[in-house]
């Protein structure tokens, strides 16, 4: 299992644009790359999943470089609701999800 | 559509005690994950289901345990409670597991005095 890094904590202002870079080096070649927001006392959210080259939903975008030894969540003029801990998950079918610490973005007024 | 549901949402018990938690899956889905968080250990495996089999196990001890029923829904037990066992319990259903998205309940949070 692909172990991620990512981050403890981060902090952004309203309206603002946020970058959340994640680290798997020892990516295998059929993980995906995932993203999971998590509020407190709540369950994981999914946000967003890639394989490689640049993902955009409604939400965020996820961009992966051409190695996919990392990637990077983008979260387009945040607001005081996406103040919420963010999970960085690659893994692959078959296996279950691995959370590590996740970040912590804190959005100030 | 209906989300995950997981009973019940609140749970104390008494050191020794055992508890069951139920978890039911977003309808047409066939896995079913088991997560335990807590502060100081953050979101950790305990197994997952796929279709009445156990599919994946975390690195828990033999109290901790669960099963799924023929429509998916899935039950946890964790016999002789210690109070490191108070945690929030999350139940995840997906369509298949692996990379599909994963659709998180509410939790159950479990408090053993």
């Known amino acids: 299992l692909a172990k991620t890094t990512q981050p403890i904590s981060m902090d952004s202002y309203e309206g603002q644009e946020v970058n959340i870079t994640c680290s798997h080096n020892?990516?295998?070649?059929?993980?995906?790359i995932t993203w999971y927001q998590q509020f407190p006392s709540q369950g994981p959210r999914f946000i967003i999943q890639g394989y490689k080259t640049k993902v955009t939903n409604e939400v965020a975008s996820l961009f992966i470089p051409a190695d996919r030894k990392s990637s990077t969540l983008s979260l387009p003029r945040v607001s005081l609701s996406d103040t919420a801990v963010y999970y960085c998950l690659a893994y692959n079918a078959g296996n279950m999800l691995t959370f590590g610490g996740g970040t912590r973005l804190m959005v100030k007024p | 559509k209906a989300g995950v549901t997981q009973t019940p949402r609140y749970l104390i018990k008494t050191r020794g005690q055992q508890v069951t938690l139920s978890c039911s899956p977003i309808?047409?889905?066939?896995?079913v994950s088991w997560y335990q968080q807590t502060p100081g250990q953050g979101l950790q495996f305990l197994f997952e289901y796929f279709s009445e089999t156990q599919r994946n196990k975390g690195n828990f001890p033999g109290r901790f345990s669960g099963r799924q029923f023929s429509n998916s829904r899935s039950e946890m037990n964790v016999s002789t409670l210690e109070l490191g066992d108070s945690a929030l319990y999350l139940c995840?259903?997906?369509?298949?597991?692996?990379?599909?998205?994963?659709?998180f309940g509410q939790g159950t949070r479990l408090t053993v005095v």
């Open positions: 995840a259903s997906s369509f298949a597991g692996g990379n599909t998205e994963a659709f």
């Open positions: 020892n990516i295998a070649t059929n993980d995906y």
């Open positions: 309808s047409g889905h066939r896995s």
